[in-house]
């Protein structure tokens, strides 16, 4: 069965940073794509960032870059986003995303709530 | 970026009548390889997305005949032959030829 689980999300002040983790099983991690997409209470879907399989090319959308920073660990089956100079309107659910061919999982997502 | 615009927003169907939903690019999202990068996800109420069909037309597993996809270049459209219940939600394109990738806003399916 194909999972990805992420964890990491929780109520943090702006400024302050976050890590999030994705954790795949039931298909071959380093094969895929990776994204993170997020989504704000009530929105749509937005993209935030992508990494290729080997992890060598990497993107994030402008709103975050210079902040956020995807990265994985195809030893660990492991997708990340560190998140640094948290913002208000970035307050979401983060989903983890893999792309194999012409398959696309998704995981439940992580809410991250930035608040003072 | 490149912007997709869908259209209705929002869309009341009476089961078993049809429906669609149009979504439309600022840029053609035809690659170089001759395939169209436009797909469609469906999202119920407090889930994950689900992705419907993939290269404009082509249903992932598991999705049922009545959905089907159209269109080329810049102008596309999603259908649904006969609504079910099961088929309420928001249904969103995406096109994953131009960074930074995006989605269209959302159409919001009620019954």
């Known amino acids: 069965e194909v999972q990805l689980v992420e964890s990491g999300g929780g109520l943090v002040q702006p400024g302050e940073s976050l890590r999030l983790s994705c954790a795949a099983s039931g298909f071959t991690f380093s094969n895929c794509w990776m994204s993170w997409v997020r989504q704000a209470p009530g929105k749509g879907l937005e993209w935030v960032a992508n990494v290729n399989e080997g992890g060598g090319a990497v993107y994030s959308v402008d709103s975050v870059k210079g902040r956020f920073s995807i990265s994985r660990d195809n030893a660990r089956n492991s997708l990340y986003l560190y998140m640094s100079s948290l913002r208000v309107e970035d307050t979401a659910l983060y989903y983890c995303?893999?792309?194999?061919?012409?398959?696309?999982?998704w995981g439940q997502g992580t809410l991250v709530t930035v608040s003072s | 970026d490149v912007v997709l615009t869908q259209s209705p927003l929002s869309l009341s169907v009476t089961l078993g009548q049809p429906a669609s939903i149009s979504c439309r690019s600022i840029q053609s999202l035809v690659h170089s390889d001759g395939k169209t990068s436009l797909e469609w996800f469906h999202q119920r109420p407090g889930q994950s997305p689900r992705r419907l069909l993939y290269e404009v037309s082509n249903r992932d597993s598991g999705v049922p005949d009545r959905f089907s996809g159209s269109g080329s270049a810049t102008d596309f459209t999603l259908k649904i032959s006969r609504v079910e219940a099961e088929d309420v939600g928001t249904y969103y394109c995406?096109?994953?030829?131009?960074?930074?990738?995006?989605f269209g806003q959302g159409t919001k399916l009620e019954i």
């Open positions: 995303v893999g792309w194999d061919s012409t398959l696309v999982y």
């Open positions: 995406m096109q994953r030829i131009h960074w930074p990738h995006t």
